[in-house]
């Protein structure tokens, strides 16, 4: 019987590892509308976002099975992917098929019941992710803007589940820009990672530069600065002294801080995993979101 149960363990184990929890972070966008509206502290909307975010997590974990199934060759010359249970021969391939068809299939329901439209968002935003890792991943510049659109709909499939009623859409434009910037930090993260063997791992990173990606950050990193600014003092939800103003330095810092770790320190890690590795890059984030709950609900 130990001998059944171990191996057992062992498969359960590779297939949460690669299911990726440590990427389910990028979800918590999906909290933006209850947060943003002021119903953090509503029992209802707040369980309600809880269980969407839990189908997103799940959603986007049947998406990396997907994908790390397409890329298991690829992975395997990959000096940080080689790792990952598929590539290493941890988890049989014929398991991580089953969990990629069934988790979509058995979450259907749940999703539709908790809200109609927030299922026909989740699983737009699975066929998005769907599309990236069939076609789209190969498409330049397409590739970052299809990253850049799963945030967005994680961000509108929170809205029905709260039903908003002061969420402003300047939102959507903040959030779009920091997931391009993050999109372009990605490309080129992976460039100086993997050198010259970059393009034999992903053959579109062949139509990206270093120089190009750097330019294309400066440029979303601009835009950021000044949607978001534009946001803080003109969006009707916010308090009318425009105290949401004081959360701008904390966006600027974060923003300069990521370029400071890339540029200066030769930091190589993807922009999500870079937030929990570097303490004050993590301060920063916490500190904006803290500060901007006690203006929106203090004041």
């Known amino acids: 019987m130990k001998a059944l149960v171990w191996p057992r363990s062992r498969t359960l184990i590779a297939l949460v590892r690669s299911m990726r929890p440590r990427q389910w972070i990028k979800n918590v966008f999906i909290f933006a509308p209850l947060v943003f509206d002021e119903k953090l502290l509503r029992p209802e909307p707040f369980g309600r976002t809880v269980v969407g975010f839990m189908i997103l997590c799940l959603l986007s974990s049947a998406v990396y099975l997907f994908n790390d199934l397409q890329d298991l060759e690829k992975d395997r010359q990959h000096p940080r992917k080689r790792n990952r249970p598929l590539a290493a021969g941890e988890l049989d391939p014929r398991v991580a098929w089953g969990a990629t068809l069934l988790i979509?299939?058995?979450l259907a329901y749940p999703a539709f019941a908790l809200d109609p439209l927030f299922a026909l968002?989740?699983?737009v935003y699975w066929g998005l992710n769907l599309a990236y890792s069939l076609w789209l991943k190969h498409q330049v510049l397409l590739d970052v803007l299809a990253l850049a659109s799963g945030y967005v709909l994680r961000v509108a499939a929170g809205v029905p589940l709260v039903q908003v009623e002061r969420f402003s859409p300047w939102l959507y434009l903040c959030t779009l820009l920091?997931?391009?910037f993050?999109?372009?930090?990605?490309?080129?993260?992976?460039?100086?990672l993997l050198g010259e063997?970059?393009?034999?791992?992903?053959a579109i990173l062949e139509e990206y530069?270093?120089?190009f990606l750097d330019e294309m950050m400066g440029v979303v990193m601009a835009a950021i600065i000044v949607a978001y600014s534009l946001y803080t003092f003109s969006a009707p939800n916010l308090p009318s002294n425009h105290a949401m103003m004081l959360t701008i330095p904390f966006v600027m810092y974060g923003i300069f801080r990521y370029l400071y770790l890339i540029h200066v320190r030769g930091e190589t890690a993807p922009p999500d995993e870079l937030v929990l590795k570097d303490i004050p890059l993590l301060l920063t984030v916490i500190l904006w979101g803290l500060t901007a709950i006690l203006i929106l609900y203090l004041m």
């Open 104 to 106: 979509p299939l058995g």
């Open 197 to 202: 063997n970059a393009r034999n791992h992903r």
């Open 182 to 192: 993050i999109g372009f930090a990605k490309r080129r993260q992976e460039i100086v």
């Open 121 to 123: 968002l989740a699983y």
């Open 178 to 180: 920091l997931a391009l």
């Open 209 to 211: 530069t270093v120089r």
